[in-house]
């Protein structure tokens, strides 16, 4: 089983965020786990998946949702 990861770059186009943004979150906790190898900040698939999952909601009503999560 391939490993698929996204880059920054990657991950603010599919959530339609800036790469400041999720600068951010990261130095806030905020978000995916992520990968920092050599220098370089990767998302695996898997983890991006579970984040959004776990921000799933049923109504605006609902506090489910995370922000911050993990």
């Known amino acids: 089983m391939e490993v698929v990861h996204l880059n920054q ?3 603010a186009t599919r959530w339609g ?3 400041a943004t ?3 979150w ?3 906790g905020i ?3 992520f990968l920092k190898l050599c220098g370089r ?5 898997i983890d991006i998946e579970a984040y959004e999952a776990s921000c799933l909601a049923t109504s605006t009503k609902c506090r489910g949702a995370r ?3 993990e």
């Open 31 to 33: 978000g995916p786990k």
């Open 9 to 11: 770059k990657q991950l």
């Open 22 to 24: 999720l600068e951010r």
């Open 41 to 45: 900040v990767l998302y695996r698939q």
């Open 17 to 19: 965020v800036s790469e």
């Open 67 to 69: 922000v911050g999560a």
């Open 26 to 28: 990261r130095s806030e």
